[in-house]
């Protein structure tokens, strides 16, 4: 049996995200290039009647991909002090309250179908989702433009990822129609028109299914690097290197050189990128999604074995490019590719993937959908 609705109930749905290009760079303050993915999740909450009108809020969450019901009190609004699914919903509570957003109590129920571990941001969604709900609850006046830094803010200190700011912001800032260009640095967005059917084209998403083993330590090590990188350089960040040649002869180690040179052509490939898609230069823009892969392959090496046949076997079979998409080590491959080829494309990556022996890979086309959205009714 259902709970009856309770009055005063609202849903919010805020999406996964794939991003074109600009892989690393959030956390260098350079550029980035996500669209919002139809995947979404969906957070609804409610004011939780029957509670004492003193005394402390408390949070029930429950969600559809889980048999627990968790309980928050104020007690667990300490970084760590909830761990598990729970951990992403507990951090936003503890973000707002830090932002001085007057919580209510309140019981959270979540839904999603933005697959786990395939790098589409299923934790970002969700932080997105019940950020939205809750500020919506509250009643609060949070501009939209702040609320990325708040679930981010969840991830990195309640929850213990590293991550930059480019999922959050994705899940909450990005429109239909649009990819949403980032300026990290800023916080500035421009919705530049990404439409690739309209020129006969698709976006192919295909996921390796290789697990994320080990992707949080390499993360951390590769931001480690840079931040070192920039300090012996003598710059905030690396988005401030100018002179490529001349950092990279500044520097003595060759692993260093090679994820500089990753993080400011990647930052230039972004702009490059958005240039080309102003143009309607579609095959410029399959150039630079390759040019990005090898990147990532060669100088940054955040990309695994499925991966880089993936994007082979892509470009092989007609792809205008193709390149591993998120944080890397496994994940998703998009690749651009003319609508007439998209099954041609998809059986070579699968056949491929056969006579490799790895698991069989699955893919979607993904259309610029919309960011995080109040829902006309409750589900
Ligand atoms: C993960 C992180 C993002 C970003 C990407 C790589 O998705 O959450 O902040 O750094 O990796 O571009």
Redesign the pocket.
């Known amino acids: 049996m259902t709970a009856p609705v309770a009055a005063g109930a609202r849903a919010w749905a805020a999406p996964g995200r794939v991003?074109l290009i600009?892989?690393?760079?959030?956390?260098n303050d350079g550029f980035?290039l996500p669209i919002a993915l139809p995947q979404r999740t969906v957070a609804t909450v409610e004011p939780l009647s029957g509670e004492p009108l003193s005394g402390e809020p408390r949070w029930v969450v429950t969600s559809a991909g889980h048999p627990d019901t968790m309980v928050v009190t104020v007690a667990d609004l300490r970084p760590g002090g909830v761990t598990g699914w729970a951990a992403y919903v507990a951090g936003v509570i503890w973000a707002l309250r830090e932002a001085g957003v007057d919580v209510p109590a309140a019981r959270l129920s979540i839904e999603s179908d933005v697959p786990m571990g395939a790098?589409l941001?299923s934790s970002?969604a969700l932080e997105c989702a019940v950020l939205s709900a809750l500020c919506d609850l509250a009643g609060t006046d949070l501009p939209i433009a702040q609320r990325p830094a708040i679930a981010q803010r969840a991830e990195n200190i309640y929850v213990g990822?590293p991550?930059?700011?480019?999922?959050q912001t994705a899940s909450i800032r990005c429109q239909a129609g649009h990819a949403l260009f980032l300026d990290c640095r800023s916080g500035q967005v421009e919705q530049v028109p990404f439409d690739p059917a309209s020129a006969g084209l698709a976006l192919l998403v295909i996921d390796s299914r290789t697990p994320h083993q080990h992707t949080e330590n390499e993360?951390a090590q590769r931001r480690a690097a840079c931040e070192a990188a920039a300090a012996a350089l003598g710059v905030p960040a690396l988005r401030d290197v100018d002179d490529l040649d001349a950092a990279l002869a500044r520097l003595d180690d060759d692993v260093t050189r090679r994820r500089v040179r990753h993080v400011v052509t990647e930052n230039e490939r972004v702009l490059s990128t958005v240039e080309a898609l102003r143009a309607g230069d579609w095959p410029a823009v399959g150039r630079l999604f390759t040019a990005s892969h090898a990147s990532m392959r060669d100088d940054y090496e955040i990309t695994v074995p499925t991966v880089d046949l993936a994007v082979e076997v892509a470009l092989r079979a007609g792809a205008l490019g193709a390149r591993m998409t998120?944080?890397?080590f496994g994940g998703c491959v998009l690749a651009l590719v003319a609508e007439t080829a998209v099954e041609t494309v998809r059986s070579a990556v699968a056949e491929a993937y056969a006579a490799a022996g790895y698991a069989s890979p699955t893919s979607f086309e993904a259309r610029a959908s919309a960011g995080a959205h109040r829902l006309a009714s409750v589900p």
Do not use: K, L, P
């Not at 600009?22 to 956390?27: N, Q, V």
């Not at 991550?163 to 999922?167: E, K, P």
């Open positions: 991003n600009g892989e690393h760079t959030d956390y980035v790098g941001s970002a990822v991550c930059g700011i480019m999922d993360y998120g944080g890397g």
